[in-house]
Structure formats: C-alpha cells, structure tokens
C-alpha cells in the first residue's frame, strides 16, 4: 500500500564526497572542515532544500602523484549510482593531470553530475609559507571549499561571474579562492532554478515505477531536455576536430586521397541525393556508436535499476559525440566544396566523371562533396580510436579545467 505523500515535503538533494587516496593530517583536518563549511552555506542559501553530505573513502585511487581527472570522475560515477546520490565531489591529493592549461585545480563534469578536485596545490604551505597549523587548516578549508561550490556551479549551469568574491568568479590564482565566500543572487538565481529539477528527479525516482528501458529513455529525452541540452553544450563537441588530432589527420587524408583521384569524383558526383544524404547518416550514426563503444564513453554499472540520471548521462553524451562528429562531417564537405569549386573546375571534373558527359552541375559537387565527407569521418573515426582512452574521455566529459 503507497502512503500518501505529505504536502510540506522538503526536497532533498545529496552530494557525496568520495576522498580518493591518502592524505595527510592537515588535509584532512581542512577537508572535514571544509566539508561542513560547504553544508553550512548551501543551507544558508538554499534553505528550501534539505541538504545530506555523505563521505565515501577510496584509498586505493590517486596514490600517484598525478592522475587523470576521468579516473576519479569514474570512481565518482561508480559512488553516485551505487548511493543515488544527485552530485559527487571526488577529492584527491594527487596533482590532476590537465591537457589545455598549465595545471588544473578541479575538473567539472556536467554530463555525469561529478566533479573532481585536488589539494595538491592548494596548501597554504606553499602560497603564504610557515602559518601557525590551526591558521594553515582553516585557509586550506576555505580553498577547497571555494573551489568545491564553484565547480557545484558548473554541474549546475551557473556562469562564471565578475565579482571577486562570488564562487562562480573566474579564479586565476589560489589565492583568489580566499576571497570566494559567497553566492552573488544572479549565480544563486540560476542555481536554485537548476537544483529544484535535480531534487523533482529524485523525488520522481523514489516514487516512480519501473518502465521498459525504451520508454525510460524517451521519457528522459522528453523531460530533461533541458538538461541534456546544457551538459552538450557544456561539452563544446564542436571543439572535436581540432582537439582530436588522429581524427583530424585521418580524415583529412581521406579528403585528400578521394579528391586527387578521378575515379572518386566519377563515383561521387554519379550518386543520387538520396543515396549520399543515407550514406551520410549512415556514417554519422556508425562512426559515434563506434567511437562511444570503443572509447568507453558509457559505462554499464551494476546499478540496482536504470535511473533517470543515468539515462540523461547517457543521452548527453550520446548527442556530444553525434554533434562532434557532425561538425568534422561538415568541415569536410566544405572544404570539398570550396576546393571544388576553386581548383577542380567542371571541364577537369567532366573528362575526369566521363559517366557524366560533361554535364557537371553545383548539385553534383554537393553531392561528391558529402560522399567525401562520408567517407572522411569514417576513417576519421578509425584514427580517432587511437587516440588515447584517458584523453578522449576528458574532452568528451570534463567541461573545463579549472
Ligand atoms: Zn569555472
């Protein structure tokens, strides 16, 4: 029998802290502190939530000095499905292994709701030199906790701000983080909107009824869409052809070899739209299954049941990958295109595409155009297989380094 549920429900968000590794006696001292420091204050400003701060230690990961945000992103995901928890922190000691900046503090990932930080640059010890221990632990706190709720910010959708003293502030040095003490009420605004969606989830999950995984999906795909749309965006997919480089090289070569030969241009140009428009979403579809399936971007966890935060992941990442590899595919038309149309002119291309007999129209360069494109994000996507794993997997999930 289903109790009826009472009118004054006060929704209830969770945010696991997961420590990864060892640390030493100030670390955890100032992480504990920090800790409830962050309860404190997400209390303080979202008082129509009931806040809960579970801490979950794996000491087996990050005993290296450095390691890759994705490992502890991970074990976060792993936390966070196992407990149904809404967010997780990961916190590590090891330094976080960063690819576009000198160095990253903390690694936001809106698509999987989890976020990883590290203290290895941030003791006091080697900003402000000998402090008292008891001043050391508490400044320390105040860093990782600054740090902590401003990437709860990004997992939230909140921008950066301009005000030195609000979390969402655009830090460029540690010491920035000590003036970060508050939420300005834009930044507040924007949260409490995107927290009220994540506390309807849970509340949907504890009472709602199991459904076919199709219809789960479509139901998430309907209903988070919002969501989704921002972690993509939070992606950047677009970023993929200039950050993957074996992806790139791949399929420009592709270009290259297809446009040189007249044989491609014969067997492009000859194709109907149809056929080039199927061929093409045919390759889109292909070559983001393939990439997804051989980079391990969806991790299949021994969850109790599929959730709706798991299919949101999912999708999320699903539609990052489409998008990037459709941005590759229509570079590569266009570069076909403006070649085309720059150095192949219709008298080479029609002794070269003789099956025409000279009639070379601009619907037949579209049409070799995306037969090339096809093509080249299908190789593309073979070279982009050998990217490295740890890599494509922080494009693909860490939103920035911050
Ligand atoms: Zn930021």
Not at 350 to 362: I, R
Request: proline fraction near 4%.
């Amino acid at each position: 029998m289903q109790q009826p549920r009472p009118e004054t429900h006060v929704p209830s968000l969770v945010v696991g802290w997961v420590l990864a590794g060892s640390f030493d006696e100030v670390d955890r001292a100032a992480i504990r502190l920090a800790r409830s420091d962050v309860l404190r204050r997400l209390e303080e400003a979202f008082p129509a939530f009931e806040w809960r701060m579970p801490v979950v230690r794996r000491a087996e990961l990050g005993q290296a000095r450095r390691i890759e945000p994705v490992e502890l992103l991970d074990a976060g995901v792993i936390e966070r499905e196992a407990n149904q928890w809404d967010f997780v922190f990961v916190v590590a000691a090891a330094d976080l292994q960063s690819y576009f900046r000198p160095y990253a503090l903390g690694a936001p990932a809106q698509s999987i709701d989890c976020a990883a930080l590290s203290t290895a640059r941030l003791d006091p010890d080697m900003t402000e030199g000998d402090l008292p221990r008891d001043e050391r632990i508490a400044l320390l706190a105040q860093r990782i906790g600054a740090l902590a709720l401003h990437l709860f910010g990004h997992l939230n959708d909140a921008p950066h701000s301009e005000h030195p003293e609000d979390f969402m502030y655009d830090f460029r040095a540690v010491s920035d983080l000590d003036r970060m003490t508050r939420f300005s009420e834009e930044t507040r605004k924007v949260l409490e909107e995107a927290l009220t969606e994540a506390a309807d989830l849970r509340l949907e999950e504890e009472h709602g009824v199991p459904r076919g995984a199709f219809r789960f999906y479509l139901h998430a795909l309907t209903d988070r869409r919002e969501e989704i749309f921002s972690a993509v965006l939070q992606v950047r997919p677009w970023r993929f052809p200039f950050q993957f480089s074996k992806l790139t090289t791949a399929a420009a070569s592709t270009l290259i070899a297809l446009m040189i030969s007249a044989e491609a241009w014969d067997l492009g140009m000859r194709q109907p739209a149809a056929h080039v428009a199927l061929l093409s979403a045919l390759a889109l579809a292909g070559t983001s299954y393939y990439l997804i399936h051989k980079q391990n971007l969806i991790l299949h966890r021994h969850a109790r049941r599929l959730t709706e935060q798991q299919a949101v992941t999912a999708l999320s990442v699903i539609f990052a990958v489409v998008l990037g590899m459709f941005t590759t595919y229509v570079l590569l038309f266009l570069t076909t295109v403006a070649l085309g149309q720059t150095l192949f002119t219709p008298d080479l291309i029609g002794e070269w595409a003789t099956s025409l007999h000279g009639d070379v129209t601009m619907t037949q360069y579209f049409s070799f155009a995306a037969f090339v494109a096809a093509l080249g994000i299908s190789i593309g996507a073979l070279g982009a297989s050998f990217e490295e794993q740890g890599y494509f997997r922080h494009v693909a999930y860490v939103d920035e380094e911050t």
